[in-house]
């Protein structure tokens, strides 16, 4: 267990409708990463969040949006879901975003599939 | 070129033997390096990281790095069948002040009894 929690575990939607996932970042942690996770792949990094800004960002299209709140939980918002938009999204967190020592703890994971 | 490398395998190794997973990358910026477990159907654990050139020890598993070669790879000594899963590597991509962490694709491991 990382401390690291996600809501919901999983999710149906249909293409077109919009999406919000919950995380909860580990005690002491002010940094949250977000990833997709396809089948068979290595998750993908879609952006990043420090000190509730947006502070990096993968090759990910704007309807992929976040945010963070003061207490460093995070959201990512999927708007005009596609159907390749099915995977299973991971948050991280970490102690803060710099290059160096800069593990990262991953939680459960929400698995969201599109219909 | 993909920016993390890894063998897909599946590797399949004999319990109580050495696993040996490698994994190339390109960004020669990159700093931190890091390898995860990932069993089916369960968001990826972090086993190991290194930063230095060298090798680093953590009970069965080692990580070994060459910067010069840009290559990683974890060593599992004495393998587990609780060991067989997917490992990750994962490398700190150095030109952003963002953690930006690039994954490869994995690479199966099967230990068989």
């Known amino acids: 267990e990382t401390g690291v929690t996600q809501s919901p575990t999983h999710l149906i939607k249909t293409r077109g409708q919009q999406v919000t996932l919950r995380c909860s970042s580990q005690?002491?942690?002010?940094?949250v990463s977000w990833y997709q996770q396809a089948l068979g792949q290595g998750p993908q990094f879609i952006f990043q969040?420090?000190?509730?800004?947006?502070?990096g960002r993968g090759n990910f299209p704007p309807r992929f949006s976040g945010l963070q709140f003061p207490n460093y939980s995070s959201e990512l918002n999927v708007n005009a879901l596609e159907l390749d938009d099915s995977a299973l999204y991971l948050c991280?967190?970490?102690?803060?975003?710099?290059?160096?020592?800069?593990?990262?703890?991953f939680g459960p994971g929400t698995r969201l599939t599109v219909l | 070129q993909k920016e993390v490398e890894q063998n897909s395998g599946p590797l399949s190794v004999p319990e109580g033997a050495i696993a040996s997973l490698n994994c190339t990358y390109s960004?020669?910026?990159?700093?931190?390096f890091f390898w995860y477990r990932q069993y089916s159907g369960k968001s990826p654990e972090l086993i190991m990281f290194?930063?230095?050139?060298g090798d680093k020890e953590d009970g069965r598993f080692t990580a070994q790095l060459n910067k010069a070669s840009q290559y990683v790879s974890l060593l599992i000594r004495d393998s587990q069948p609780s060991d067989s899963a997917t490992y990750l590597c994962?490398?700190?991509?150095?030109?952003?002040?963002?953690?930006?962490?690039?994954f490869g694709s994995g690479t199966r491991l099967s230990i068989r009894p």
């Open positions: 005690s002491g942690h002010n940094t």
């Open positions: 994962a490398v700190n991509s150095g030109y952003s002040s963002a953690s930006k962490i690039i």
């Open positions: 969040y420090y000190r509730e800004e947006e502070n």
């Open positions: 960004d020669r910026g990159s700093q931190s």
């Open positions: 991280a967190s970490s102690t803060h975003p710099g290059q160096g020592a800069n593990e990262q703890f």
């Open positions: 290194i930063y230095s050139n």
